[in-house]
T-cell receptor, first 113, second 117 residues
Framework: AQSVTQLDSQVPVFEEAPVELRCNYSSSVSVYLFWYVQYPNQGLQLLLKYLSGSTLVESINGFEAEFNKSQTSFHLRKPSVHISDTAEYFCAVSGAGFQKLVFGTGTRLLVSP | DTEVTQTPKHLVMGMTNKKSLKCEQHMGHRAMYWYKQKAKKPPELMFVYSYEKLSINESVPSRFSPECPNSSLLNLHLHALQPEDSALYLC????????????????FGPGTRLTVL
């Protein structure tokens, strides 16, 4: 079975500051990892994913995440946030061969001027 | 077409009503999903259809009835709902199944906001 832990329910930051949203997972099989973003009153959008290969993955809007197998982590980072990054961020894991996505409880990123 | 569409966007219904939520994708995906999401919570999986067959039912009450008429369409029929069923209902699709592809990347629709009075 897989599980995901997002310890921070809310992360407040000022605009242009760096941010890190933490995600840890546990699994007994190989994993595939995802970050989804949900803006208010919208569905989930895939932000980035780790399937295999390079452990550092990047999105088109400046976010990056690094898969760390030894620490079972997949933290999301951005060097400089914008007001428009205010949203709920969900980390999710899929075990190899498992149809389900297991979501973390989410982290609300609040960016203020 | 690289999106999942859902209709209606908003739905208000009484506890005795019968209504349906619709989901459509034209990406050639062979797996489709229904999720329920309450405020400030992650999505909860309800049903999974793989190749138009129901493959996962997460012990959802029978007042929710899924239907997959073809590989592009997924419906969720609602009957005799309770106020606690009010939530955002999300549809998702994935290119294949984890058994075949090894992984499961899901694409989500915008959701239907359901209010049960």
């Amino acid at each position: 079975a897989q599980s995901v832990t997002q310890l921070d329910s809310q992360v407040p930051v000022f605009e242009e500051a760096p941010v890190e949203l933490r995600c840890n997972y546990s699994s007994s099989v190989s994993v595939y990892l995802f970050w989804y973003v949900q803006y208010p009153n919208q569905g989930l959008q895939l932000l980035l994913k780790y399937l295999s290969g390079s452990t550092l993955v990047e999105s088109i809007n400046g976010f990056e995440a690094e898969f760390n197998k030894s620490q079972t982590s997949f933290h999301l980072r951005k060097p400089s946030v914008h007001i428009s990054d205010t949203a709920e961020y969900f980390c999710a894991v899929s075990g190899a061969g498992f149809q389900k996505l297991v979501f973390g409880t989410g982290t609300r990123l609040l960016v203020s001027p | 077409d690289t999106e999942v569409t859902q209709t209606p966007k908003h739905l208000v219904m009484g506890m005795t009503n019968k209504k349906s939520l619709k989901c459509e994708q034209h990406m050639g995906h062979r797996a489709m999903y229904w999720y329920k999401q309450k405020a400030k919570k992650p999505p909860e999986l309800m049903f999974v259809y793989s190749y138009e067959k129901l493959s996962i039912n997460e012990s959802v009450p029978s007042r929710f009835s899924p239907e997959c008429p073809n590989s592009s369409l997924l419906n969720l029929h609602l009957h005799a709902l309770q106020p606690e069923d009010s939530a955002l209902y999300l549809c998702a699709s994935s290119p294949g199944t984890a058994e075949r592809e090894g992984y499961n990347e899901q694409f989500f629709g915008p959701g239907t906001r359901l209010t049960v009075l």
